[in-house]
Every structure is written in structure tokens, then in C-alpha cells.
């Protein structure tokens, strides 16, 4: 069963870290960098999070342009040349550890 460590952050900076296990990890699964879900499951009530990146079990950090969920090497351009460096693609798997997330939006609560 996959589980996931979720580093959330808000408007002010701050980050809050979330253990997600069970069915909220699995309905995590297949989703991309720069997809939008409600927070309410995090314990984010009426705000909508983006997800802006994570990481795999060997540290390995997922590329928002690169598709799909497998590890690759690209090269990356340095100054004096290019570099070769393993990546992982944009879409949530088994594999990954970590996710980046962000508050986007946050609903106004009408008081009564």
C-alpha cells in the first residue's frame, strides 16, 4: 500500500507536513504536477492545493515537463557544457515519497 509524506505550504511560507496512508494515498496516485484538488482530506477546510513537485524513494525529484511517471537521465544545461541527471517524470506513482503541495486558494467562511 502507498504511502506518501505531503509537505503543504501557504500564502505566508509556512509548510506543514501530512502522512498520507490508505485511500487518500491511493486517490493520489495517477494525478500530475500542477494538478488542483479540494484540501479537505489534508485537513485543509475549504482551500484547493496544487501539487508543484515531490520526490522518489533514491531522492530523485519529478519534472513538471517530462511525462509520464518513469525514472529517466536528460541532460541538463550547466554553464561550460551539459550535465547528465536521473529524473523522475510529472505523474504520481508507487515510487514516490514525497509530494510538494500548495495552497492556491482558500474559501471565504461566511460567519452566522
Known amino acids: 500500500m502507498p504511502e506518501f509524506k505531503l509537505n503543504v505550504s501557504d500564502e505566508s511560507g509556512k509548510t506543514k507536513s501530512v502522512k498520507a496512508e490508505g485511500a487518500l494515498a491511493n486517490n493520489l496516485i495517477g494525478l500530475r504536477v500542477g494538478d488542483e484538488i479540494p484540501g479537505d482530506a489534508l485537513d485543509f477546510k475549504g482551500a484547493t492545493l496544487k501539487i508543484t513537485g515531490g520526490s522518489d524513494k533514491s531522492g530523485f525529484p519529478m519534472i513538471p515537463w517530462l511525462q509520464g511517471g518513469a525514472k529517466k537521465q536528460i541532460y ?3 554553464k561550460g557544457g ?6 523522475r517524470g510529472n505523474m504520481i506513482t508507487e515510487d514516490v515519497v514525497q509530494v510538494n503541495m500548495a495552497v492556491v ?3 471565504e467562511l461566511k460567519k452566522s
Not at 551539459?82 to 529524473?87: A, F, G, Q, S
Request: cysteine-free; proline content about 0%; glycine content about 0%.
Open 82 to 87: 551539459r550535465e547528465k541527471k536521473w529524473v
Open 76 to 78: 541538463i544545461k550547466k
Open 105 to 107: 486558494a482558500e474559501q
